[in-house]
């Protein structure tokens, strides 16, 4: 999804340090993987993304889920950033449980399958792959 | 080379076995092999492994030729980032190969996109085998997303029109055009400026 928004400077915030090398040299933040199933993780995870959030201000935050994006776009609109949930396309049959519950907080709110697209939202405008 | 894999948690001797035979029979000159899962059974035609590392997974697949796995997530999209045909077999939780039909839904709804082909039996897999590498052929996975998804990420964003997509029509094979469109983004992208861009 990169060329999109190229010209822009990108802040990339994820629970894998491995993906360092594939965006340097920008600035890049590892987070817990907290989820419903490890929630000290979570707790841990929730406070380090807000503080990125005071820290960078981002006017965009993007997302394809599933927990550290769901309290990136929640918490970016306390700053408020514009906020955009692409639904990964591993969820083929059903959206994800944050990908359900980001509607009403995300400024666009995208799944990768058209089957599940709705009127109320989450739109279909086509897939990473 | 051929490159079969079947995920870690249980085996799929369905898949693998048929492949291993097809290998003894027609396979010679072509390498073969397979990441069985935690299986008892032995392969005879083919190299093989139980389990193999995330980097082995990741190197086998971007040196084979053609793909053939379980209907698993994780093998249909590096298979996809990696521009390989995939022939895929989805487990049957009524076969006793995984704890529920999953795998038949993702197999028919990447199948509906027409990026992997199908095989629902050992038959059918075999047939398949011979023409997998022509699926693809005419579906050259870039390594970003579909135009329509970059313009509108781009213009929701407040940016300009992508590089990447200024000249890019819409025919591409898997868009979805008989689908209602979409209302306007330009109403909503000022929704979005007037909340604080």
Known sequence: MLPAFEGSRIVYVTTLPSYRQFVQPARFYTVCDGSLWNKVCLVRMAAKILWILALERPDVIISTGAAPGYFALRMGRWFGATTIWVDSIANVEKLSLSGRKIGPYADLWLTQWPHLARPEGPRFEGAVL | ?197
Do not use: Y
């Not at chain 2, 053939?68 to 390989?84: D, F, N, P, Q, Y």
């Not at chain 2, 049957?92 to 038949?104: D, I, K, P, T, V």
């Open chain 2, 1 to 197: 080379m051929i490159f079969v894999t079947v995920g870690t948690q249980l085996p799929f001797d369905r898949l693998t076995r048929a492949i291993d035979e097809w290998a003894g029979l027609h396979g010679r000159g072509e390498e073969v092999f397979a990441q069985v899962g935690p299986t008892e059974w032995r392969p005879k035609h083919m190299r093989w492994s139980p389990f193999i590392t995330a980097e082995e997974f990741a190197r086998r697949t971007r040196e084979a030729r053609v793909i053939v796995a379980h209907a698993g997530m994780g093998s249909i999209i590096t298979a996809l980032e990696l521009g390989k045909p995939i022939l895929v077999m989805p487990r049957r939780a009524s076969l006793g190969e995984h704890r529920n039909e999953h795998q038949m839904a993702t197999a028919s709804h990447f199948q509906a996109l027409g990026r992997i082909a199908v095989a629902l039996d050992e038959q059918e897999l075999l047939e398949k085998l011979g023409s997998v590498s022509d699926l693809s052929a005419a579906d050259r996975i870039a390594h970003t997303a579909s135009p329509r998804l970059l313009r509108a990420l781009a213009r929701f964003a407040g940016c300009g029109i992508p590089s990447a997509v200024a000249d890019a029509n819409d025919a591409r094979a898997f868009e979805h055009r008989d689908f209602p469109a979409a209302p306007a983004l330009e109403e909503e992208a000022t929704i979005g400026a007037q909340g604080g861009v």
